[in-house]
Structure formats: C-alpha cells, structure tokens
C-alpha cells in the first residue's frame, strides 16, 4: 500500500480544533446573509482573500469577524457537524472540539446556546458517523481574568459535557502568571488542563515552563519550541505531556502548502519531537479559514515535506489515542484497531 492510501486509511484523533476556526468560507457567507450580519467580504473568494495570516495577530483579527456569525445554536450546530463529518471520511475515530465562550458571552450569546449547539452536532455525529468527540473550553489569554470566571461557573453546570479547560487567543507575555489560581481551581473541580503556546511567540520557551510547572497542564498545544530547552525536554517525557501540533497554512497559500515557511517550520519541528522521543499529534488548528484543509491533507503534505515511515506516521496516532481523557477500555479499543491497521497494512507492499 503506498503511504498516501495508508495515511488516508489510518484511525485517527485530532485533538487541536477549535470549532470558531472551523467556518468555512463559503459557510461563512451563507451565515452571514442568513444572520444579517455585515461581513467585510462579499464572496467566498474575496474572504479568502483576506486569510492570508502572516502572523498569530493576522490571524486572530480575521478569526474575530468570523465568530460574529455564531449567533444561533443552529449556527454552532451546523459548523460542529460539518467539521465531525469530514473528519469522519477521513478516519478520524475521535476528535477533542476547542471553543471559547468569552468569545461568544462578551457579543451577548448565551454559554447554554453555544454548548447546546455543539453537543447536539456531536451527539448526531456520533450516531451517524460513528465519530466520538469531547469538549475542551479555552480562555482567552488577553479576556479579563472575571470574565474566565464566569465561564468557569457556568463551565461547571455542563460538567459531564467538557473534559478539560485550555488557554487561547493573543499570547500575552507571561499570561500563565495570570490564570494559576483559575486553573487550580478547574483541577480541582476534575477538568484536565492544556494551554496554547503559540510558535515563535516571544519568550516562547519561558511560556511554556510556566504553563508546565505554574498551570501544571496535561497537555500544551502547539508547544514546539519546546525543542530549545533540553530540560524541559526531558520533563515533557518524564511527565508524558502531549504536545498538539498543527502544521497549518492560509488560503493564499494553499495551493502550494509546502512552500509556506510556517508549515516548513511546524513539520520540521514535528519530525524532531518524533526523533526526540517527545509525545508529539498532529493536527487541524482551525480548518475552516486554514486552507480548508483537514486531517488527511494535513499529514500527506508532513509526509512530502520531511518524509515518515509507516511506523512513524502509526507513532503519531499512537501518541495521540495515549493521550485523549477517555477511560480504559474506550482507549484500548482505538489502540487495538490502530495496531491491527498497521500490522495488516504497514508490512504489506512496498512504499
Ligand atoms: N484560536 C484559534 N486558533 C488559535 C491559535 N493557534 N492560537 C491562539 N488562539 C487561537
Ligand atoms: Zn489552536
């Protein structure tokens, strides 16, 4: 079997999504009309236009007058949906969904309309695509700290629906300094942790051993430069913390992906982890305004750029069913058909 047909095949997680990202364009202008709001792009290819991100800033501008559009629980509903059935024609058997209520409250759409949104897509998914799914709840890291309060609590009501807590949005410098107490106070209350650490981002290695040893996260999204510090190396393995990242491009460039010194970067720094012997995913980000670009075409373009063996592509989906918040048995069920695939498969034809 040719490495392409074994990617495409492969059972799968992502577990970096967030479902603000997940609007596609076309979607967006057909929401756009249906909710009357006034979006900057008249066309699909004009919005496309505009998501050329040439930084995280770029980025979450255009991501901002996306979100206005979330207006209805059918809104959250249909973007959910669309983003669980896709990737369930891609083989993705689970999938953790990010969403940022602060990003949602602060426009006057209640915390109850964007959760019931979401579930009932995942519900849905789940009995028609057979895709399981869960929630992560991020703060914004540049959102007041009360504001992430008051989604906490109203986090707490919806206990059972969300397994963890995360941090997103613009990285702020030292904003793990600013959420211990917050984060505390989610462990406590049984919400696992994870924390965007962005590329590149200033003082990015100083994040990440703050959001390590002062937010004691589980997991860190993103996280790459985590190859800069060799202690911190070693405590990422010692602890198995995950790192989820997401060799992502725009519209503009994606024709030609891996040209683009972004996704160089990330899959470069993703081959190394493996090397490294770090728990490293990979994953979609927000494959809506990325290119509308999925799992599949995600990991094909890894391959192209640095090249994976069969038994490390199986490595990646074995970091990523080891570390999802599900129990035993629901684990060892993903890990057994990602073992038998790649025993029937990896062994079988020349690549
Ligand atoms: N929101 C959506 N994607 C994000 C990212 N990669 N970093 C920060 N905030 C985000
Ligand atoms: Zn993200």
Known sequence: MNKEKFIRGIPKADLHMHVEGAIEPEMAIALAQRNGVDLPYR???????????????????????????????????EVTFNYLKKS?????????????????????????????????????????????????????????????????????????????????????????????????????AGFKLTSHCDVDEPTAVDHIRGCFNQLQVDRLDHGVNVLEDEQLME?????????????????????????????????HAAKAMLEAGLCVTVNTDDPGIMGGRYINDILIDLDRLVTLSKAEIVQLMRNAFNSIWVNEQERQDYLTALENYAETYANHGEL
């Open 235 to 267: 405590q990422a393995r010692s602890q198995q913390i995950c790192f989820t990242a997401c060799p992502t491009t725009d519209y503009i460039t994606v024709k030609d992906p891996l040209s683009d010194p972004y996704v160089q970067r990330v899959s």
């Open 43 to 77: 066309s699909a290819d004009e919005l496309k236009a505009a998501l050329d991100f040439q930084c995280l800033q770029s980025f979450l501008a255009v991501l901002k007058n996306l979100v206005s559009l979330l207006i209805h629980e059918q809104d959250f509903y």
């Open 88 to 188: 369930s024609f891609q083989n993705v058997a689970y999938a953790d969904l990010m969403f940022d209520p602060q990003a949602h409250m602060s426009r006057g759409v209640a915390f109850d309309t964007v959760i019931q949104g979401i579930h009932r897509a995942q519900q849905d998914a789940e009995k028609e695509f057979g895709i399981r799914s869960q929630l992560i709840m991020n703060f914004q890291r540049d959102a007041s700290i009360e504001s992430a309060e008051q989604a906490l609590d109203e986090a707490l009501r919806y206990r059972d629906r969300i397994v963890a807590v995360g941090l997103d949005n613009t990285e702020l410098p030292q904003f793990y300094t600013l959420f211990t107490d917050l984060f505390r106070r989610a462990r406590a």
